[in-house]
T-cell receptor, first 113, second 120 residues
Framework: NAGVTQTPKFQVLKTGQSMTLQCAQDMNHEYMSWYRQDPGMGLRLIHYSVGAGITDQGEVPNGYNVSRSTTEDFPLRLLSAAPSQTSVYFC????????????FGPGTRLTVT | AQSVAQPEDQVNVAEGNPLTVKCTYSVSGNPYLFWYVQYPNRGLQFLLKYITGDNLVKGSYGFEAEFNKSQTSFHLKKPSALVSDSALYFCAVIQLSRRVSNFGNEKLTFGTGTRLTIIP
């Protein structure tokens, strides 16, 4: 199993540009989520999904969209990039959140200038 | 609302000495508690979890954690530190929803992380 994969690993955007961060898992996990990691703030939940066709907002959803058309894929879309979205983004998945553990992807380092 | 506090941004320990990384939590119900480790330029890796039962939980790489309900703490410990233990450690908590049919109520909240440095 490849586990949780993310692309790209690095990305530089200009303010106002849009892009999609890709995330895929091959473990047949129902639960998938996106976090952003910022210095001194730990990880904050952006959006999550409990299954194909079901998504919900996390702690910091503004400026981001998600969709879950298949069990395997959970892309994160930045609609109009802002410097405040400069961060490291992690995708994660699990069979069921309460049961744990959660498996994390390697991360995408995004810089918005 | 649930929250997690890691009071120390940085912990330095000499190799071979015991180590403790502190975590306290706040939830209104019963917590599920986790420790994750992050090595440089990597995603988070699961170390251990407390769901119920024995207050002392053993995990990967010789780590253990003690759940203390009265002090609302879940400190990470290891009897003898290795240089390879140097990493960023995150504590996390889930507050379970009473509405078990609503899966989406169980959201993981992370602490701000503690950087552990083991000095040779």
């Amino acid at each position: 199993n490849a586990g949780v994969t993310q692309t790209p690993k690095f990305q530089v955007l200009k303010t106002g540009q849009s892009m999609t961060l890709q995330c895929a898992q091959d473990m047949n996990h129902e639960y998938m989520s996106w976090y952003r990691q910022d210095p001194g703030m730990g990880l904050r939940l952006i959006h999550y999904s409990v299954g194909a066709g079901i998504t919900d907002q996390g702690e910091v959803p503004n400026g981001y969209n998600v969709s879950r058309s298949t069990t395997e894929d959970f892309p994160l879309r930045l609609l109009s990039a802002a410097p405040s979205q400069t961060s490291v983004y992690f995708c994660a998945s699990s069979y069921g959140l309460a049961g744990g553990p959660i498996y994390f992807g390697p991360g995408t380092r995004l810089t918005v200038t | 609302a649930q929250s997690v506090a890691q009071p120390e941004d940085q912990v330095n320990v000499a190799e071979g000495n015991p180590l403790t990384v502190k975590c306290t939590y706040s939830v209104s119900g019963n917590p599920y508690l986790f420790w994750y480790v992050q090595y440089p330029n990597r995603g988070l890796q699961f170390l251990l979890k407390y769901i119920t039962g024995d207050n002392l939980v053993k995990g990967s790489y010789g780590f253990e954690a003690e759940f203390n309900k009265s002090q609302t703490s879940f400190h990470l410990k290891k009897p003898s530190a290795l240089v390879s233990d140097s990493a960023l450690y995150f504590c996390a908590v889930i507050q379970l929803s009473r509405r078990v049919s609503n899966f989406g109520n169980e959201k993981l909240t992370f602490g701000t992380g503690t950087r552990l440095t083991i000095i040779p």
